[in-house]
């Protein structure tokens, strides 16, 4: 139990409270990192596109998904954690939209994205 909430203080930095329901998605995103490389292809596949533009430019779209998850999608909140402007926001999840070939925030596309950034965020502190 120690461990899961350990982890879901990584995936979930922001939130003050853990509910159960995200102690079992942490449980369950460390079960998908167990079972090893693989496994966790289709989630990395996820963000590839994101990350490729990244690196070519300053625009930093992982980062804005994964802000944008922690706020509950919350725009104003986002901009705040990132110290940009509201329309920057928006124009970088045009771009992300773009990237993706469809809306990030919609099932399925959401629950996919947003468990692969959860295990990024637990394979890059672990």
């Keep these: 139990m120690r461990r899961t909430l350990n982890a879901a203080r990584l995936v979930y930095p922001h939130k003050k409270i853990l509910n159960q329901q995200d102690l079992v998605f942490v449980e369950r995103c460390q079960a998908m990192i167990a079972l090893g490389e693989a496994a966790l292809k289709p989630f990395s596949d996820i963000l590839d596109p994101l990350r490729r533009v990244d690196e070519e430019g300053d625009d930093l779209l992982t980062l ?33 939209k773009q990237i993706l070939g469809s809306d990030p925030f919609i099932m399925p ?18």
């Design 64 to 96: 804005l998904m994964t802000m944008m998850l922690d706020t509950q999608m919350n725009t104003a909140e986002t901009a705040n954690l990132l110290f940009l402007h509201r329309n920057t926001i928006y124009y970088r999840l045009r771009h992300s």
């Design 109 to 126: 596309a959401m629950t996919n994205i947003y468990t692969a950034l959860a295990i990024e965020r637990l394979l890059n502190t672990n």
